[in-house]
């Protein structure tokens, strides 16, 4: 009795052997996740629309960075696109989330009887509390940023295309609410602390100029300076009057030494150097003399002259925070409007499926060699 096998080549001798033994894994790793995608993919996924809009937040004037914010600049340090990092952070957040479902109704509309049951909220994870609700929210909302054009990219999934562009709308105006209230943030504290410093400047220069008067009041003079200066001038004054009397004295010594005039002339010669010495006391000397009073009376001026200027400082400062509040002020501004999707761009049916049969072929190939290597081994 002749064997068949003796006649078939050995390759096709293989390939039969593998085809009797690798049937059930090639049903189970081919055919019949193709079928579910087919059975899935086809008429039971819902229609997925997708709500598209673009926008830049930005500042009218954005001065050109130099020194360390040029070199921190150059190494991919910055800062510039803070606020639009905001914007995304906000809009992928809770607080977005509750805003939406109060005015959108977003948890009825995750949660409809029309979707299908994979796709529904809360679905196969039989989970409907709000971070579950969160979670599938960041599966329907993407942002995406393109950091050389700073164009934001907002797309939002709904299976409904309605519904879709009115989250869509509702996003881009909250998030233009908060740039408008970091706006007001950003202006409000800076004239408030302008206007605090300005505060504090004006009371210091109502501190020194009571100063300066209860020290006049005090000391009964107006100004220790000028009149300081107008008594050594009244001492030169009678230094000069006495070198006069005292002259006219000597030249009576050399004509008549029995002169009563001279007794006259002693008389206000006596009575000018008391002045002098009156005057010169007044002046310098004592502990409530004009010297020792200008010294208090210009640092009570000078401190009035340093809190004037700090007041003057203060109020052009006030004056430049609100030109700068006004002037650096952030726009969300709309490249393109929310559209309304009028056909589905997910699920991709075809290419599902497709997707599905490459995986379970790989698969199937790399289980029947690791089959085949153990039945080799096993033989």
């Known amino acids: 009795m002749v064997d068949e096998n003796m006649d078939t080549p050995p390759g096709r001798q293989l390939w039969q052997r593998v085809r009797r033994r690798f049937n059930g894994i090639f049903l189970a790793t081919v055919v019949a996740p193709t079928l579910i995608a087919l059975v899935y993919f086809g008429p039971v996924a819902s229609d997925v629309y997708i709500s598209e809009s673009r926008f830049v937040v930005r500042s009218p004037q954005r001065s050109a960075p130099s020194g360390l914010g040029a070199l921190l600049a150059g190494v991919g340090i910055s800062r510039s696109n803070d606020d639009t990092y905001t914007v995304h952070g906000y809009v992928l957040s809770r607080d977005a989330l509750k805003e939406l479902d109060s005015k959108a109704a977003l948890r009825d509309a995750f949660a409809d009887p029309g979707i299908d049951w994979f796709s529904r909220f809360p679905g196969w994870r039989l989970d409907g509390s709000f971070e579950a609700l969160f979670e599938h929210y960041l599966r329907h909302v993407s942002v995406a940023y393109d ?203 075809v290419r599902s499926v497709l997707t599905v049969l490459v995986i379970g072929l790989i698969s199937w190939g790399v289980v029947s060699l690791l089959v085949a290597g153990v039945r080799e081994h096993m033989d």
């Open 147 to 349: 950091p050389v054009a700073e164009i934001t990219t907002l797309q939002v999934r709904a299976f409904d295309p309605k519904k879709a562009k009115e989250v869509n709308e509702l996003l881009l105006q909250m998030s233009e609410r908060l740039v408008n209230n970091l706006n007001d943030r950003s202006r409000q504290d800076l004239i408030t602390v302008a206007s605090r410093e300005v505060a504090a400047a004006e009371a210091r220069v109502r501190e020194t100029s009571a100063a300066l008067v209860r020290f006049r009041s005090k000391g009964a003079v107006y100004d220790p300076v000028r009149e300081s200066a107008s008594q050594v001038d009244t001492v030169a004054r009678l230094k000069e009057e006495l070198r006069s009397v005292e002259s006219q004295m000597a030249r009576l010594r050399q004509i008549a030494p029995s002169n009563p005039q001279l007794a006259t002339l002693r008389g206000q010669a006596e009575q000018l150097r008391k002045s002098i010495a009156q005057e010169t006391a007044s002046v310098i000397g004592a502990d409530n003399s004009l010297s020792t009073k200008s010294a208090q009376y210009e640092r009570l001026v000078l401190d009035k002259t340093f809190a004037e200027r700090q007041f003057e400082s203060a109020l052009a400062s006030l004056e430049a925070a609100r030109n700068d509040a006004a002037r650096k002020q952030l726009y969300l501004e709309r490249l393109v409007q929310p559209n309304m999707p009028d056909t589905a761009q997910e699920p991709r049916r």
